[in-house]
Protein backbone atom coordinates (compact mmCIF):
# COMPACT_ATOMS: atom_id res chain seq x y z
CA UNK A 1 0.00 0.00 0.00
CA UNK A 2 2.54 2.21 0.20
CA UNK A 3 2.28 5.00 -2.37
CA UNK A 4 6.02 6.94 -2.75
CA UNK A 5 6.73 9.88 -4.45
CA UNK A 6 10.14 10.33 -5.67
CA UNK A 7 11.44 13.84 -6.94
CA UNK A 8 14.69 13.95 -8.59
CA UNK A 9 16.36 16.17 -10.68
CA UNK A 10 16.00 16.28 -14.53
CA UNK A 11 18.48 14.65 -16.93
CA UNK A 12 19.33 11.49 -14.90
CA UNK A 13 18.72 8.69 -17.46
CA UNK A 14 15.57 6.29 -17.36
CA UNK A 15 17.74 3.76 -16.18
CA UNK A 16 19.03 5.85 -12.93
CA UNK A 17 15.12 6.83 -12.11
CA UNK A 18 13.82 3.07 -12.70
CA UNK A 19 16.73 1.83 -10.14
CA UNK A 20 15.83 4.31 -8.07
CA UNK A 21 12.03 3.39 -7.83
CA UNK A 22 13.53 -0.02 -7.45
CA UNK A 23 15.78 0.58 -4.65
CA UNK A 24 12.70 2.01 -2.63
CA UNK A 25 10.31 -0.65 -3.69
CA UNK A 26 12.80 -3.03 -1.95
CA UNK A 27 12.87 -1.37 1.02
CA UNK A 28 9.45 -0.85 0.95
CA UNK A 29 9.15 -4.98 0.78
CA UNK A 30 12.13 -5.72 3.14
CA UNK A 31 12.48 -3.66 6.51
CA UNK A 32 8.62 -1.77 5.92
CA UNK A 33 7.43 -5.38 5.59
CA UNK A 34 4.62 -4.76 2.58
CA UNK A 35 4.04 -7.35 0.52
CA UNK A 36 5.73 -8.77 -2.44
CA UNK A 37 3.89 -6.70 -5.42
CA UNK A 38 3.16 -4.09 -3.59
CA UNK A 39 4.45 -1.09 -5.77
CA UNK A 40 2.81 2.37 -6.14
CA UNK A 41 5.06 5.02 -7.24
CA UNK A 42 5.31 8.43 -8.80
CA UNK A 43 8.56 9.56 -10.06
CA UNK A 44 9.09 13.14 -11.13
CA UNK A 45 11.54 15.16 -12.50
CA UNK A 46 12.33 18.88 -12.14
CA UNK A 47 14.50 21.68 -13.41
CA UNK A 48 17.33 22.35 -10.71
CA UNK A 49 15.43 25.13 -9.94
CA UNK A 50 12.10 23.62 -8.90
CA UNK A 51 13.81 20.92 -6.51
CA UNK A 52 15.27 22.97 -3.35
CA UNK A 53 17.37 21.13 -0.72
CA UNK A 54 19.03 23.36 2.09
CA UNK A 55 23.10 22.49 0.84
CA UNK A 56 23.80 22.53 4.96
CA UNK A 57 20.95 21.69 7.15
CA UNK A 58 22.02 19.64 10.18
CA UNK A 59 25.81 19.97 8.88
CA UNK A 60 24.75 17.57 5.97
CA UNK A 61 25.70 18.63 2.52
CA UNK A 62 24.15 18.02 -0.66
CA UNK A 63 24.19 18.46 -4.02
CA UNK A 64 21.49 19.34 -6.63
CA UNK A 65 21.43 15.51 -7.38
CA UNK A 66 19.05 14.99 -3.70
CA UNK A 67 16.68 13.08 -4.27
CA UNK A 68 13.16 13.14 -2.46
CA UNK A 69 11.02 10.31 -1.11
CA UNK A 70 7.46 10.73 0.31
CA UNK A 71 6.23 7.45 1.61
CA UNK A 72 2.57 7.27 2.32
CA UNK A 73 1.80 4.31 3.81
CA UNK A 74 -0.31 2.58 6.68
CA UNK A 75 0.52 3.44 10.44
CA UNK A 76 2.20 0.51 12.55
CA UNK A 77 5.35 0.99 11.58
CA UNK A 78 8.20 0.69 14.34
CA UNK A 79 10.85 3.22 14.87
CA UNK A 80 13.10 0.47 14.31
CA UNK A 81 11.67 -0.84 10.75
CA UNK A 82 11.28 3.04 9.81
CA UNK A 83 15.37 3.05 10.73
CA UNK A 84 15.85 0.38 8.73
CA UNK A 85 14.18 1.34 5.71
CA UNK A 86 16.39 4.88 5.58
CA UNK A 87 19.28 3.31 5.98
CA UNK A 88 18.23 0.55 3.36
CA UNK A 89 17.27 3.13 0.34
CA UNK A 90 20.33 5.55 1.25
CA UNK A 91 23.03 2.35 0.85
CA UNK A 92 21.09 1.07 -2.18
CA UNK A 93 21.22 4.44 -3.63
CA UNK A 94 24.96 4.96 -3.27
CA UNK A 95 26.03 0.91 -3.97
CA UNK A 96 24.10 0.87 -7.03
CA UNK A 97 24.11 4.45 -8.61
CA UNK A 98 27.09 6.50 -6.54
CA UNK A 99 24.85 8.50 -5.15
CA UNK A 100 26.48 10.22 -2.18
CA UNK A 101 24.56 9.40 1.21
CA UNK A 102 24.09 12.90 2.29
CA UNK A 103 21.90 13.03 -0.95
CA UNK A 104 18.09 11.65 0.52
CA UNK A 105 15.57 13.25 1.89
CA UNK A 106 12.86 10.80 3.30
CA UNK A 107 10.02 11.96 4.42
CA UNK A 108 6.97 9.03 5.63
CA UNK A 109 3.09 10.11 6.03
CA UNK A 110 1.29 7.46 7.70
CA UNK A 111 -2.49 6.66 7.35
CA UNK A 112 -5.47 4.04 8.46
CA UNK A 113 -5.88 0.75 6.56
CA UNK A 114 -9.26 1.85 5.26
CA UNK A 115 -7.82 4.62 3.51
CA UNK A 116 -6.58 2.62 0.32
CA UNK A 117 -8.40 1.11 -2.53
CA UNK A 118 -6.18 -0.42 -4.87
CA UNK A 119 -8.87 -1.23 -7.39
CA UNK A 120 -12.46 -1.71 -8.35
CA UNK A 121 -13.57 0.59 -6.29
CA UNK A 122 -12.79 -1.95 -2.84
CA UNK A 123 -11.28 -0.70 0.34
CA UNK A 124 -9.15 -3.88 0.07
CA UNK A 125 -7.56 -3.20 3.35
CA UNK A 126 -10.77 -2.37 5.59
CA UNK A 127 -11.49 -5.18 7.57
CA UNK B 1 -11.11 21.25 2.02
CA UNK B 2 -9.86 18.07 0.50
CA UNK B 3 -7.05 19.00 -1.96
CA UNK B 4 -6.26 16.12 -4.97
CA UNK B 5 -3.65 14.84 -6.57
CA UNK B 6 -4.53 13.18 -9.60
CA UNK B 7 -1.62 11.60 -11.52
CA UNK B 8 -2.11 9.86 -15.11
CA UNK B 9 -0.33 8.74 -18.19
CA UNK B 10 0.34 11.77 -20.62
CA UNK B 11 -1.72 11.04 -23.79
CA UNK B 12 -5.10 11.54 -22.76
CA UNK B 13 -6.73 14.80 -23.70
CA UNK B 14 -7.73 17.48 -21.95
CA UNK B 15 -11.20 15.94 -22.10
CA UNK B 16 -10.34 13.36 -20.23
CA UNK B 17 -8.33 14.79 -17.54
CA UNK B 18 -11.11 17.29 -16.68
CA UNK B 19 -13.67 14.49 -16.91
CA UNK B 20 -11.47 12.69 -13.91
CA UNK B 21 -11.22 15.40 -11.99
CA UNK B 22 -15.05 15.70 -11.97
CA UNK B 23 -15.40 12.62 -10.96
CA UNK B 24 -12.98 12.73 -8.10
CA UNK B 25 -14.89 16.07 -7.08
CA UNK B 26 -18.43 14.73 -7.56
CA UNK B 27 -17.41 11.97 -4.81
CA UNK B 28 -15.66 14.57 -2.07
CA UNK B 29 -19.40 16.74 -2.53
CA UNK B 30 -21.05 13.34 -2.69
CA UNK B 31 -20.04 10.60 -0.47
CA UNK B 32 -17.37 12.23 1.37
CA UNK B 33 -20.06 15.57 2.38
CA UNK B 34 -17.79 18.02 1.28
CA UNK B 35 -19.54 21.60 0.52
CA UNK B 36 -20.38 22.14 -2.94
CA UNK B 37 -17.39 24.15 -4.64
CA UNK B 38 -15.24 22.57 -1.96
CA UNK B 39 -12.44 22.22 -5.70
CA UNK B 40 -8.88 22.08 -5.52
CA UNK B 41 -7.05 19.42 -7.53
CA UNK B 42 -3.61 19.25 -9.19
CA UNK B 43 -3.57 17.36 -12.15
CA UNK B 44 -0.20 15.79 -13.25
CA UNK B 45 0.48 13.92 -16.58
CA UNK B 46 3.51 11.41 -16.46
CA UNK B 47 5.47 9.75 -19.59
CA UNK B 48 4.58 5.59 -18.93
CA UNK B 49 7.88 5.51 -16.85
CA UNK B 50 7.00 7.86 -14.11
CA UNK B 51 4.04 6.27 -13.02
CA UNK B 52 4.58 2.45 -11.81
CA UNK B 53 1.83 0.90 -10.68
CA UNK B 54 2.31 -2.71 -10.13
CA UNK B 55 0.52 -5.15 -12.89
CA UNK B 56 -0.70 -7.62 -10.64
CA UNK B 57 -1.09 -6.66 -6.83
CA UNK B 58 -3.99 -8.07 -4.70
CA UNK B 59 -4.52 -10.16 -7.80
CA UNK B 60 -5.75 -6.69 -9.79
CA UNK B 61 -4.89 -6.43 -13.18
CA UNK B 62 -3.58 -3.07 -14.27
CA UNK B 63 -2.30 -1.41 -17.48
CA UNK B 64 -0.20 2.15 -18.19
CA UNK B 65 -3.34 3.85 -17.64
CA UNK B 66 -3.73 3.10 -14.31
CA UNK B 67 -4.63 6.31 -12.41
CA UNK B 68 -3.51 7.28 -9.27
CA UNK B 69 -6.00 9.46 -7.09
CA UNK B 70 -4.79 10.88 -3.70
CA UNK B 71 -6.89 13.06 -1.18
CA UNK B 72 -6.08 14.97 1.43
CA UNK B 73 -8.54 15.75 3.63
CA UNK B 74 -10.17 16.32 7.20
CA UNK B 75 -10.27 13.61 10.01
CA UNK B 76 -14.12 12.26 10.90
CA UNK B 77 -15.22 10.51 7.62
CA UNK B 78 -16.36 6.85 8.38
CA UNK B 79 -15.36 3.76 6.70
CA UNK B 80 -18.59 3.90 4.68
CA UNK B 81 -18.16 6.87 3.39
CA UNK B 82 -14.83 6.53 2.41
CA UNK B 83 -15.98 3.33 0.83
CA UNK B 84 -18.76 4.56 -1.02
CA UNK B 85 -16.03 7.28 -2.36
CA UNK B 86 -13.91 4.28 -3.77
CA UNK B 87 -16.48 3.39 -5.40
CA UNK B 88 -18.03 6.35 -6.89
CA UNK B 89 -14.24 7.03 -8.35
CA UNK B 90 -14.02 3.76 -10.03
CA UNK B 91 -17.86 3.52 -11.47
CA UNK B 92 -17.67 6.80 -12.04
CA UNK B 93 -14.51 6.39 -14.48
CA UNK B 94 -16.08 3.06 -16.07
CA UNK B 95 -19.12 4.66 -17.42
CA UNK B 96 -18.00 8.11 -18.55
CA UNK B 97 -14.46 7.39 -19.77
CA UNK B 98 -14.60 3.52 -20.24
CA UNK B 99 -11.66 3.42 -17.94
CA UNK B 100 -11.24 -0.86 -16.20
CA UNK B 101 -12.71 -0.74 -12.78
CA UNK B 102 -8.88 -2.17 -11.67
CA UNK B 103 -7.17 0.68 -13.26
CA UNK B 104 -7.58 3.25 -9.87
CA UNK B 105 -5.51 3.55 -7.25
CA UNK B 106 -7.00 6.02 -4.44
CA UNK B 107 -5.45 6.94 -1.11
CA UNK B 108 -6.62 9.03 1.38
CA UNK B 109 -5.01 11.29 3.78
CA UNK B 110 -6.29 12.47 6.63
CA UNK B 111 -5.66 16.13 8.50
CA UNK B 112 -7.26 18.64 11.38
CA UNK B 113 -9.53 20.89 10.84
CA UNK B 114 -7.38 23.74 11.47
CA UNK B 115 -4.34 22.77 8.60
CA UNK B 116 -6.73 24.96 6.24
CA UNK B 117 -6.28 27.83 4.68
CA UNK B 118 -8.42 28.49 1.31
CA UNK B 119 -7.07 32.05 1.05
CA UNK B 120 -7.07 35.64 2.66
CA UNK B 121 -4.38 33.80 5.10
CA UNK B 122 -7.33 32.60 6.96
CA UNK B 123 -7.70 29.38 8.83
CA UNK B 124 -11.29 28.85 8.10
CA UNK B 125 -11.92 26.01 9.90
CA UNK B 126 -10.16 26.69 12.88
CA UNK B 127 -13.66 27.49 14.92
CA UNK C 1 11.99 19.26 8.45
CA UNK C 2 9.12 20.48 6.72
CA UNK C 3 8.57 19.39 3.01
CA UNK C 4 7.11 21.64 1.18
CA UNK C 5 4.86 21.06 -2.10
CA UNK C 6 4.22 24.16 -4.35
CA UNK C 7 2.20 24.10 -7.10
CA UNK C 8 1.18 26.58 -9.33
CA UNK C 9 0.82 28.32 -13.03
CA UNK C 10 3.36 28.38 -15.41
CA UNK C 11 4.47 31.23 -17.32
CA UNK C 12 6.13 33.35 -14.09
CA UNK C 13 9.83 33.55 -13.88
CA UNK C 14 12.34 31.76 -11.69
CA UNK C 15 12.42 35.08 -9.96
CA UNK C 16 8.74 35.09 -9.01
CA UNK C 17 8.67 31.01 -8.02
CA UNK C 18 12.30 31.45 -6.24
CA UNK C 19 10.39 34.40 -4.10
CA UNK C 20 7.02 32.23 -3.55
CA UNK C 21 9.64 29.27 -2.31
CA UNK C 22 11.39 31.85 -0.04
CA UNK C 23 8.50 33.59 1.65
CA UNK C 24 6.94 29.66 2.30
CA UNK C 25 10.38 28.83 4.23
CA UNK C 26 10.42 32.36 5.95
CA UNK C 27 7.46 31.10 7.26
CA UNK C 28 8.52 27.89 8.30
CA UNK C 29 11.42 29.28 9.83
CA UNK C 30 9.00 32.00 11.58
CA UNK C 31 5.91 30.87 12.76
CA UNK C 32 6.29 27.19 12.81
CA UNK C 33 9.69 27.65 14.32
CA UNK C 34 11.53 25.39 12.42
CA UNK C 35 15.35 25.66 12.70
CA UNK C 36 17.32 28.23 10.08
CA UNK C 37 18.36 25.92 6.88
CA UNK C 38 15.82 22.89 7.30
CA UNK C 39 14.42 23.85 3.91
CA UNK C 40 13.11 21.20 1.44
CA UNK C 41 10.79 22.49 -1.20
CA UNK C 42 9.01 20.70 -4.57
CA UNK C 43 8.14 23.54 -6.96
CA UNK C 44 5.89 22.31 -9.90
CA UNK C 45 4.39 24.28 -12.99
CA UNK C 46 1.02 23.54 -14.35
CA UNK C 47 -0.68 24.19 -17.14
CA UNK C 48 -4.18 26.02 -16.27
CA UNK C 49 -5.72 22.82 -17.08
CA UNK C 50 -3.99 20.99 -14.42
CA UNK C 51 -4.29 23.30 -11.28
CA UNK C 52 -8.22 23.72 -10.49
CA UNK C 53 -8.94 25.63 -7.76
CA UNK C 54 -12.59 26.53 -7.45
CA UNK C 55 -13.18 30.39 -8.11
CA UNK C 56 -15.73 31.02 -5.45
CA UNK C 57 -15.31 28.84 -2.46
CA UNK C 58 -16.53 29.83 1.02
CA UNK C 59 -17.04 33.40 -1.27
CA UNK C 60 -13.49 33.81 -1.68
CA UNK C 61 -12.45 34.94 -5.36
CA UNK C 62 -9.65 32.80 -7.03
CA UNK C 63 -8.04 33.14 -10.21
CA UNK C 64 -5.83 30.84 -12.28
CA UNK C 65 -2.80 32.42 -10.33
CA UNK C 66 -4.17 30.32 -6.99
CA UNK C 67 -0.91 28.82 -5.53
CA UNK C 68 -1.29 25.74 -3.63
CA UNK C 69 0.99 24.96 -0.47
CA UNK C 70 1.35 21.63 1.41
CA UNK C 71 3.16 21.56 4.03
CA UNK C 72 4.56 17.72 5.46
CA UNK C 73 5.72 19.07 9.21
CA UNK C 74 6.08 17.20 12.47
CA UNK C 75 2.91 17.41 14.74
CA UNK C 76 2.88 19.70 18.04
CA UNK C 77 2.51 23.28 16.06
CA UNK C 78 -0.60 25.01 18.01
CA UNK C 79 -3.33 26.36 16.13
CA UNK C 80 -2.35 29.82 16.45
CA UNK C 81 1.25 29.18 15.11
CA UNK C 82 -0.44 27.50 12.06
CA UNK C 83 -2.50 30.68 11.87
CA UNK C 84 0.45 32.83 12.02
CA UNK C 85 1.79 30.56 9.02
CA UNK C 86 -0.81 31.06 6.93
CA UNK C 87 -1.09 34.76 7.43
CA UNK C 88 2.82 35.19 6.44
CA UNK C 89 2.54 33.42 3.69
CA UNK C 90 -0.55 35.35 2.09
CA UNK C 91 1.22 38.68 3.51
CA UNK C 92 4.55 38.00 1.76
CA UNK C 93 2.82 36.46 -1.74
CA UNK C 94 0.78 39.97 -1.70
CA UNK C 95 3.75 42.54 -0.51
CA UNK C 96 6.47 41.24 -2.14
CA UNK C 97 4.70 39.59 -5.61
CA UNK C 98 1.29 41.47 -6.01
CA UNK C 99 -0.87 38.40 -5.88
CA UNK C 100 -4.08 38.86 -4.57
CA UNK C 101 -4.92 37.31 -0.86
CA UNK C 102 -7.06 35.38 -2.40
CA UNK C 103 -5.11 33.06 -4.22
CA UNK C 104 -3.37 31.06 -1.94
CA UNK C 105 -4.37 27.22 -0.72
CA UNK C 106 -2.05 26.35 2.00
CA UNK C 107 -2.60 22.66 3.61
CA UNK C 108 -0.37 21.01 6.65
CA UNK C 109 -0.22 17.35 6.94
CA UNK C 110 1.80 16.05 10.24
CA UNK C 111 3.47 13.41 10.86
CA UNK C 112 5.50 12.30 13.60
CA UNK C 113 9.36 13.07 14.22
CA UNK C 114 10.64 9.94 13.37
CA UNK C 115 9.10 9.15 10.06
CA UNK C 116 12.68 12.06 8.69
CA UNK C 117 15.67 11.56 7.40
CA UNK C 118 17.55 14.20 5.93
CA UNK C 119 20.43 12.17 4.81
CA UNK C 120 22.78 9.42 5.81
CA UNK C 121 19.83 6.64 5.79
CA UNK C 122 19.56 8.41 9.11
CA UNK C 123 16.11 9.19 11.23
CA UNK C 124 17.72 12.59 13.00
CA UNK C 125 14.87 13.32 14.30
CA UNK C 126 13.75 10.15 16.18
CA UNK C 127 16.24 10.79 19.79
Redesign the interface.
Same mark, same amino acid.
Given at each position: ?P?ARI?LITGKS?DY? /?TV?DIVYEGIIGPLKA?E??? #?????? $?AD????? *?P???G?R?TKDCI #?V?V?MNEGRT?EQ %? %?AF #? %? $??? *?GLQQRLGLR $?? *????????? /?K???? #???????Y?E
Open positions: MLDAR /RAPGDR #FQVITE $HNGLIA *DNYLIR #FQTV %K %K #F %K $HVA *D $HE *DVLINLVEV /RENWS #FGNGIAQA
